[in-house]
């Protein structure tokens, strides 16, 4: 399977900072990307266009907004629609990402309603599972990831097949006590965690489970990189911290 190496620019960076971090990135990028790997950047709204403008024609380069809300259009104060984000230039979003899910409260429920409709309305979609401290240390893993993931796969439509979704959705486990702590998880945490979920997504969709990218993502580094992305079933990295400044990102791009 392809690798995604993905940057979460979270609430960081106006527009001249992202162009500038987009460029020293794309003006190196096209000729060492390795073959089979994409980047996709998650710039804040305000600096998607700016990213977009700079990643525009470059190869294996994309950019995504990291929220939206499930409407066509509406009375939503404060809200961005897809095709406003699709308007400026994004073609991936990020769903359910535990910032979403624990700052803001997003529900399970919420959070894949948003990705059903990310996904039918033609954007690809980075569904975020992961469980908190106490839940792991409760030994409710299992249940976490299967309590999250089931929201997504039984509020499918029915036009919504699992073999329609390998290409257009990825899934990023990120443990919650991992991001933003500088504590990764451990490599037998991690080979577990990705075990489970792709055990999950195999149950939900046959087949096409086993041709979803599952991305890594909780204080990767670019000391860290290297050992995460090679652990089965792992098959990109989500970064936040360490992909704001482009010379790290592209080491852990590299890595
Ligand atoms: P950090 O890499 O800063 O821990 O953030 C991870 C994350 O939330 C990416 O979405």
Known sequence: ??????????????????????????????????AGREVIVFPPFT???SVARVFDG???????GQNFYPA????????????????????????????????FGESDE????????????????MLCIGEKLEEREQGSLYA???RQLMAFFEARPDGMAGETLPGRLAIAYEPVWAIGTGKVAGPGEVREAHGVTRAL??????????????????????????????????????VGGASLEAQSFLQIIGA
Request: neutral net charge; glycine residues 10%; hydrophobic residues 45%.
């Open 1 to 34: 399977m392809h690798k995604i190496i993905a940057a979460n620019w979270k609430m960081y960076k106006d527009r001249t900072q992202a162009a500038t971090t987009a460029g020293e990135l794309a003006a190196v990028l096209p000729e060492i990307l390795p």
């Open 47 to 49: 600096a998607i266009e």
């Open 58 to 64: 470059k190869k294996g380069l994309a950019v995504g």
């Open 72 to 103: 066509p259009e509406g009375a939503f104060t404060g809200e961005i629609s897809i095709d406003m984000l699709r308007d400026v230039g994004a073609q991936w979003v990020l769903a359910g990402h535990s910032e979403r899910r624990h700052v």
């Open 110 to 125: 919420l959070v894949a309603r948003k990705a059903v409709f990310a996904l039918s309305h033609g954007l690809k979609t």
């Open 144 to 146: 976490v990831l299967e």
């Open 201 to 238: 997504l195999e149950r939900f969709v046959g087949d096409s489970g086993k041709k979803l990218p599952i991305l890594y993502g909780g204080s990767v580094k670019p000391d860290n990189a290297g050992a995460l992305i090679a652990l089965d079933n792992v098959d990109g990295l989500l």
